[in-house]
T-cell receptor, first 112, second 113 residues
Framework: KAGVTQTPRYLIKTRGQQVTLSCSPI?????VSWYQQTPGQGLQFLFE???????NKGNFPGRFSGRQFSNSRSEMNVSTLELGDSALYLC???????????FGSGTRLTVV | DQQVKQNSPSLSVQEGRISILNCDYT??????FLWYKKYPAEGPTFLIS?????DKNEDGRFTVFLNKSAKHLSLHIVPSQPGDSAVYFC????????????FGTGTSLTVIP
């Protein structure tokens, strides 16, 4: 079966702009989580959605937001981009969010 | 505040020998632990998990050990192969639905042929 699909793979944006990243989970998976990976920081949890509801949120500013659609696809939005937002953004899906996730390949965001 | 720590950023091991990757955590409420492997330009891949009711879980060449009193877990790879060269992340959660996973900063393993 198809894995977790993230689009786009690479993105370059200018400081102050906003960006939307997309994630299509594995078919049947209802939980989608987003992580930010930066060098030396590991994977930092952004938020988790389950059945269109945000169930958990990490310690990121309000510029980071997300949503999940009825087909479990999820989008993440970052407004007023800062240079420090440059990172690999990973989406992961699971059946119910209780066990191991399957990750997508990520979207590499560069803010210039 | 990093609740899951991998204090060794890198590790080099000869092919055929044992690789031991370590992970420490601070939250005593964590009861479910995972290891992921990540190659460049790919997302992390689930490797092995362990719940707090066990102290060891084995899957082929990979074994995870959990020492709850020390809040420490380790991943053993025996024998190590060049294809094991990757970044390894440990992760922990309090279990239950919707609880986030806390990841360590990763250990880059290089297996030398």
């Amino acid at each position: 079966k198809a894995g977790v699909t993230q689009t786009p793979r690479y993105l370059i944006k200018t400081r102050g702009q906003q960006v939307t990243l997309s994630c299509s989970p594995i078919s049947g998976h209802r939980s989608v989580s987003w992580y930010q990976q930066t060098p030396g920081q590991g994977l930092q949890f952004l938020f988790e959605y389950f059945s269109e509801t945000q169930r958990n949120k990490g310690n990121f500013p309000g510029r980071f937001s997300g949503r999940q659609f009825s087909n479990s696809r999820s989008e993440m939005n970052v407004s007023t981009l800062e240079l420090g937002d440059s990172a690999l953004y990973l989406c992961a899906s699971s059946l119910a969010g209780t066990t191991g996730y399957t990750f997508g390949s990520g979207t590499r965001l560069t803010v210039v | 505040d990093q609740q899951v720590k991998q204090n060794s950023p890198s590790l080099s091991v000869q092919e055929g020998r044992i690789s031991i990757l370590n992970c420490d955590y601070t939250n005593s409420m964590f009861d479910y632990f995972l290891w992921y492997k990540k190659y460049p330009a790919e997302g992390p891949t689930f490797l092995i998990s362990i719940s707090s009711i066990k102290d060891k879980n084995e899957d082929g060449r990979f074994t995870v050990f959990l020492n709850k009193s020390a809040k420490h877990l380790s991943l053993h790879i025996v024998p190590s192969q060049p294809g094991d060269s990757a970044v390894y992340f440990c992760a922990a959660s309090e279990g239950g639905t919707g609880n986030q996973f806390y990841f360590g900063t990763g250990t880059s393993l290089t297996v030398i042929p």
